[in-house]
């Protein structure tokens, strides 16, 4: 599903990154739902999609990013990272 199909369809949304979606996920009690938009083992090329989508997406009317990107490090056990977007 595309990014523009998934905002249609929500009240709200946040765009984000993480190194594990489930712990992550649970950050976000009050949405209703995370879809991973792009995984790969490259945390380099999250840290520039997710750069890049908040800020295409920032002023957005439902957009809820505070800031166009994070200074966020990823951790992953796994050393694979995702890009998400959560919505309500």
Not at 37 to 58: A, C, F, H, P, W
């Amino acid at each position: 599903m595309c990014i523009n199909k998934i905002i249609a369809d929500c009240k709200a949304f946040k765009i984000g990154k993480t190194g594990d979606p489930q712990s992550r996920a649970a950050n976000y009690g009050d949405f209703d739902k995370m879809y991973l938009l792009v995984q790969s083992k490259n945390s380099l090329l999250i840290d520039r999609l997710e750069g890049y989508y908040t800020q295409k997406y920032y002023g957005h009317k439902k957009n809820m990013n505070i800031n166009r990107g994070s200074a966020a490090v990823m951790a992953s056990s796994h050393r694979t990272y995702y890009l998400y977007i959560v919505v309500k």
